[in-house]
């Protein structure tokens, strides 16, 4: 079955802090990989996404990821976060089952 | 403004009452996905349509119905059989094959009394 993990529950840091949440999943053939964020009060949105190729992809607002096939690993960064990064972040997975499945999300917190 | 249009925004509802949850798109999408979001739980999928007159169940369908009659609307049906309906009901489309991003609508809100 598919799944996804996301490890990192809640997370507070302070502003220029660097990120990482990680993002495990399980599912043996071809994937599509995402990660979307949820700010206070808005829509859920596409973050970034990687289907193939280079596994190191930037998304919007200075935010990459690095898929790690052998390691089924999926985990976003960015090097310096603001204030404004407050928000859920979520880590997804699409297949060829046309399944997509989240995890349980990631709660962020900057502090200025 | 093409997007997805979800209603109510909120909905109370009785014990052992059925209610059913609308949502429109304009996107032209073929798919359209409907999840639960629970603190805590993150998005767990309830029904998925790829096409008009046919959809799949999710990790976590019993106690709701869907159907998909045209291809712009995906209702979403709570039954009195869903044990814990209480939650924020968010439904979405899927760009076609080679994107496969989600645009999502604003929620539905439904409280049991």
């Known amino acids: 079955a598919q799944s996804v993990s996301q490890h990192n529950h809640h997370v507070i840091l302070s502003e220029a802090a660097s990120l990482e949440l990680g993002c495990n999943y399980s599912?043996?053939?071809?994937?599509?990989l995402f990660w979307y964020v949820q700010y206070p009060g808005q829509h859920l949105q596409l973050l970034l996404k990687y289907f193939s190729g280079d596994p190191l992809v930037k998304g919007i607002k200075g935010f990459e990821a690095e898929f790690i096939k052998s390691k089924f690993s999926f985990n976003l960064r960015k090097p310096s976060v603001q204030w404004s990064d407050t928000a859920e972040y979520f880590c997804a997975v699409f297949s060829g089952t046309y399944k997509y499945i989240f995890g349980t999300g990631t709660r962020l917190k900057v502090l200025a | 403004d093409g997007g997805i249009t979800q209603s109510p925004k909120y909905l109370f509802r009785k014990e052992g009452q059925n209610v059913t949850l609308s949502c429109e798109q304009n996107l032209n999408h073929d798919a359209m996905y409907w999840y639960r979001q629970d603190p805590g739980q993150g998005l767990r999928l309830i029904y998925y349509s790829q096409i008009v007159n046919d959809f799949q169940k999710g990790d976590i369908a019993e106690g709701y119905s869907v159907s998909r009659e045209k291809k712009e609307s995906f209702p979403l049906t709570v039954t009195s059989a869903q044990k814990n309906p209480t939650a924020f009901y968010l439904c979405?489309?899927?760009?076609?094959?080679?994107?496969?991003?989600?645009?999502f609508g604003a929620g539905s809100r439904l409280t049991v009394l």
């Open positions: 979405a489309s899927r760009t076609p094959s080679g994107a496969n991003v989600l645009t």
């Open positions: 599912y043996g053939g071809t994937v599509n």
